[in-house]
């Protein structure tokens, strides 16, 4: 069975940092691009980062560019958010979601079940 | 960049067809597939239709999409409505750059 579960949210200050993490298991995850997809309190969904099969190429959404990092490590089937210079907006249920294709922009399935980040003082 | 526009919300009785529009507010919608994804409360997203058009293996064939180059916009059509399908439903796309647009989302309630 496909699965993938993050970790890593909790309750940061404005400006602190903090590192996401999403452990893949039931796939050949080097096959595959990843993405990150992250849902404010009651709102809708909002594309944050994606990332080819090899980590060769990623792309970030305007809102998070130069404070976010995307990142894998295939050899341990993770991906990885690196969130820097956190903002109250930034409050959201981040979800880990598996491209179909290795280079991305595709259809996600599936997608893990988030973890929660909440930033405020 | 574009925006990809839905109705905040749409309810229909059980047994009804409902249609769902995400408006594309520049550029082509055919240059791009189009995705829609379904969230039931407390749940992750998951896939209805992909490339404007396929079912995911397990979708029952109640669901469709088409996109309509006249009106720059994607369609999702739910028919046969059943009390399960009320959920959000967000379409979804990627710019030129590869960078992911979702649509605000589409509440339906099935009443």
């Known amino acids: 069975e496909v699965q993938l579960v993050e970790s890593g949210g909790v309750v940061v200050q404005p400006g602190g940092s903090l590192r996401l993490s999403c452990a893949a298991s039931g796939f050949t995850f080097d096959d595959y691009a990843m993405h990150w997809v992250r849902q404010a309190p009651g709102k809708g969904l909002e594309w944050v980062s994606l990332?080819?099969?090899?980590?060769?190429?990623?792309y970030y959404a305007d809102s998070v560019k130069g404070r976010f990092t995307i990142s894998r490590d295939n050899s341990k089937n993770s991906l990885y958010l690196q969130m820097n210079s956190l903002r109250a907006e930034d409050t959201a249920l981040y979800y880990c979601?598996?491209?179909?294709?290795?280079?991305?922009?595709?259809?996600?399935?599936?997608w893990g079940q988030g973890t929660l980040v909440t930033v405020s003082s | 960049n574009f925006m990809l526009t839905q109705p905040h919300s749409v309810s229909e009785s059980p047994g009804k067809t409902v249609t769902i529009s995400c408006t594309r507010s520049?550029?082509?919608?055919?240059?791009?597939?189009v995705q829609w994804y379904q969230q039931r409360p407390g749940s992750s997203p998951t896939t209805v239709i992909y490339?404007?058009?396929?079912?995911p293996s397990g979708v029952p064939d109640r669901f469709s999409g088409s996109i309509d180059s006249s009106s720059n916009s994607a369609s999702l059509t739910i028919s046969g409505l059943k009390t399960e399908d009320e959920a959000d439903y967000y379409c979804?796309?990627?710019?030129?750059?590869?960078?992911?647009?979702f649509g605000g989302g589409t509440k339906l309630t099935v009443l």
């Open positions: 990332i080819s099969w090899d980590g060769g190429s990623t």
């Open positions: 520049s550029g082509s919608i055919a240059s791009n597939y």
């Open positions: 490339e404007d058009n396929q079912r």
């Open positions: 979804q796309s990627y710019d030129s750059s590869n960078h992911g647009v």
């Open positions: 979601a598996k491209d179909i294709s290795p280079v991305g922009a595709s259809w996600f399935d599936p």
